[in-house]
């Protein structure tokens, strides 16, 4: 269908050291020097070059290479990789250009190469500074070199960011909390914090199953994004987004396309591309339509995904809407009455409390369509 530009790139990079044992993602623990990388770099540039030729990539604005872990394919690689967008889109430094690492394959060297390459924000892979927990949720990586990971980061990038996960069995508030304060210590200008979630056919739901692990406690992951939330926000940390804290200038570009309707392109497995016009959006993995909404619920869904946002929704945006959508001012007086919603200079905007119930807050506006 004609479309509208796409302004986000994400490549998939699906190759990793070891899973973790949370993890259900589309990737595959293998050596580094497996020939099933070198195969799938090719695809990936021939199809980065072919979008390229088509006038796919001629307005983007943002780059995401994410995985698996695509510092564990090796420096060669990247460059290929690299190389390959740089000719094939405008990879200037306004383009936010973002790729994951993990500490255990981040070197010095790959630190400079992929910086002289066109990469200006890296994303680490921590998840805890706590080797037990680490350990439990089968990290291929240390505190230590965690720690040295973001330091050799920092030789290069000012934009470094660094994910937490909290509710891990056997994390202690004062493990988590211990976990925030390193991450501020060491200097990082962005931090993402995931509560765990137990996702089917994984090493930890087959653990919950058996009753080796105890199921993730809601109020425990609750106390532990409040500890995150106050300890980044004296760190002059702004929440921009439901599980994501920057320094003023290093909110993550990319990230917010997904939050605000921005179409974005998926390349290699199990990518998902976002295509839509005024009258429909698709998103669209591995050659099958995932989502096929119409000019309604697209209103509906921006609302929703909006919520995601500190910054909520405009007034002005939710009085066009509600010319799509007739019941949109009972259910927003609803969530305001219930918490989950309030206003504050003409906008409609997330509380704490709509944020723990997430799911009653964005359903009841998806449902409006």
Same mark, same amino acid.
């Given at each position: ?69 695509? /510092? %564990? @394919?090796?420096?060669?690689? *990247? ?9 094939? $889109?405008? #990879? ?96 990082? /200008? %962005? @931090?993402?914090?995931?509560? *765990? ?9 087959? $653990?919950? #199953? ?160």
């Amino acid at each position: 269908m004609p479309h509208d530009p796409y302004r986000a790139l994400y490549l998939h990079v699906p190759f990793c050291v070891k899973r973790c044992s949370y993890c259900d993602f589309t990737t595959s623990a293998v050596a580094a020097d497996d020939p099933r990388i070198d195969a799938y770099v090719e695809d990936l540039c021939l199809a980065i070059r072919r979008k390229s030729k088509e006038g796919e990539l001629s307005a983007i604005e943002t780059v995401y290479l994410g995985g698996g872990t695509p /510092s %564990h @394919i090796g420096m060669s690689r *990247l460059s290929m990789l690299l190389y390959a967008l740089s000719t094939s $889109m405008r #990879l200037e430094p306004d383009v936010e250009c973002s790729m994951e690492a993990n500490p255990e394959s981040l070197t010095p060297n790959m630190v400079r190469d992929i910086w002289a390459l066109g990469v200006n924000r890296l994303s680490i892979g921590v998840q805890s500074f706590d080797d037990k927990v680490l350990e439990t949720i089968g990290r291929a990586h240390d505190a230590q070199a965690a720690c040295r990971a973001i330091e050799a980061a920092h030789e290069r990038f000012t934009n470094v960011s660094c994910d937490l996960m909290c509710g891990i069995p056997g994390q202690s508030a004062e493990s988590f909390e211990r976990s925030v304060s390193r991450a501020i210590e060491l200097g990082v /200008s %962005h @931090i993402s914090v995931y509560p *765990l979630t137990i996702e089917p056919h994984t090493p930890f739901d087959r $653990m919950v #199953l058996s009753g080796e692990l105890p199921e993730p406690d809601d109020d425990v992951e609750a106390e532990q994004m409040q500890i995150a939330q106050s300890l980044l926000a004296a760190a002059g940390f702004e929440r921009y987004e439901v599980a994501s804290y920057a320094k003023p200038g290093f909110a993550c570009r990319h990230n917010i396309a997904y939050w605000t309707g921005v179409p974005y392109l998926g390349i290699g497995t199990s990518a998902a591309t976002m295509t839509q016009n005024s009258e429909r959006r698709m998103r669209i993995t591995d050659g099958s339509v995932t989502d096929d909404l119409n000019a309604e619920q697209m209103v509906a869904e921006d609302l929703m995904l909006g919520m995601r946002m500190t910054r909520g929704v405009s007034g002005e945006k939710i009085a066009e809407a509600r010319l799509v959508l007739p019941r949109l001012g009972e259910t927003i007086d609803k969530l305001v009455e219930e918490g989950l919603a309030a206003w504050s200079e003409d906008r409609l905007r997330p509380t704490e409390r709509g944020w723990l119930l997430g799911n009653e807050l964005y359903g009841a506006l998806f449902d409006l369509a």
